[in-house]
């Protein structure tokens, strides 16, 4: 099956942020007590930076959030109109952009609005060959079920038969996330999540618990395996595969459907694991080094890696397939400045 026999949607949840990408002095970042690669979320004093970017530098617009940038990423390798977007911006100037971006990509954005707060915002601020990322969430944090359930809006949802969701929309909506992942399980349909951060395991056991049986395909990384790891209290939480293949066993509501787990480790290789097979469903696969002179920007790799493999899972491709794909894509995005696609993407080919 190619991409144009892809006949379903993929609907994503994810907090939506209009990432603004600009150079900047370090007089910039010392003026609001920032620091070169790191990343923070914005109190208080950082709100007035925002404006003071855009009116001073050449800014670079993308339409962010994690599961915002797999969507648009998997768009691009699938037909038109193959994914919607769901999450919270307002309908202020960044949120106009913020949409107008999106469907640069061919997204189809499907906002709750939230006149009482900012659209989400993220700076990434560039010095030299640093980076540092400042996260204002505003109304990407206002989210509510209310808004799935509205006719049009769980229209788009029944007519999809794939779901990405986040982990970070934990914070946000579970209640969201679980009304998503009972339909699909009821409807035969495939739900995937990203575990996203060492937090959410951290602070959101409780619903993961609640929502882990209906999750098809987990994704994640090294950092995040080893923190679930460490919060189900696994026996070796530095054994990435370990982990996956436990994961993958875990009670599952569609014990038919066996679970999917895949863990990257950045350009180390990738770990997946499937069903109750143990070690033996365990399956590794090398990723091929990006020379480091070409490297840009490593932001959004991982978002990167899932929209890859997004775009042919849904066509129902081979496993190795789909890994392959990731691995390609978030090779491309990693030579780009933040977490932004070539505007001339060549067809991915696989070597398998």
Not at 267 to 274: L, R
Not at 284 to 300: C, L, R, S, W, Y
Request: glycine share 6%; aromatic share 10%; charged share 20%.
């Amino acid at each position: 099956m190619t991409s144009q026999d892809f006949k379903g949607t993929i609907v994503g949840f994810c907090n939506p942020l209009l990432d603004i990408c600009a150079n900047v002095e370090p007089e910039f970042l010392a003026k609001y007590k920032l620091k070169a690669n790191d990343a923070i979320l914005a109190s208080e004093e950082h709100v007035p930076l925002f404006q003071e970017l855009v009116e001073k530098y050449p800014v670079k617009y993308i339409a962010g959030g994690a599961g915002q940038n797999s969507l648009r990423g998997a768009q691009r390798l699938l037909p038109e109109g193959a994914t919607t977007f769901i999450g919270c911006a307002s309908n202020d100037a960044f949120g106009k952009q913020l949409a107008s971006s999106a469907k640069k990509d061919g997204l189809n954005p499907l906002y709750m609005i939230d006149e009482n707060k900012p659209t989400g915002t993220c700076a990434l601020l560039i010095t030299g060959q640093d980076r540092s990322l400042v996260a204002n969430l505003a109304a990407a944090n206002s989210y509510s079920v209310e808004h799935v359930t509205r006719p049009e809006i769980w229209e788009q949802v029944e007519k999809a038969q794939y779901y990405y969701v986040t982990g970070f929309f934990l914070t946000v909506s579970p209640e969201s996330i679980l009304k998503v992942a009972q339909h699909a399980h009821e409807q035969g349909k495939t739900f995937m999540m990203n575990v996203s951060a060492p937090f959410t395991p951290e602070f959101y056991k409780d619903t993961w618990e609640k929502v882990l049986p209906y999750v098809d395909v987990l994704f994640g990384n090294e950092t995040e395996a080893e923190a679930w790891a460490t919060q189900f209290h696994y026996d070796h939480p530095k054994d990435i595969q370990d982990t996956a293949a436990k994961i993958a066993a875990s009670p599952k509501e569609n014990p038919n459907r066996p679970r999917t787990v895949v863990f990257t480790q950045g350009s180390e290789s990738t770990v997946v694991a499937i069903g109750n097979q143990g070690q033996e469903g365990v399956s590794v696969f090398p990723v091929q080094a990006v020379p480091k002179a070409e490297i840009v920007d490593t932001n959004g790799a991982g978002d990167a890696f899932v929209a890859g493999f997004l775009s042919q899972y849904v066509t129902k491709q081979s496993l190795p397939h789909c890994v392959q794909c990731g691995h390609w894509l978030a090779s491309l995005v990693i030579r780009e400045s933040g977490a932004s696609y070539p505007e001339k993407m060549a067809k991915f080919t696989p070597s398998v």
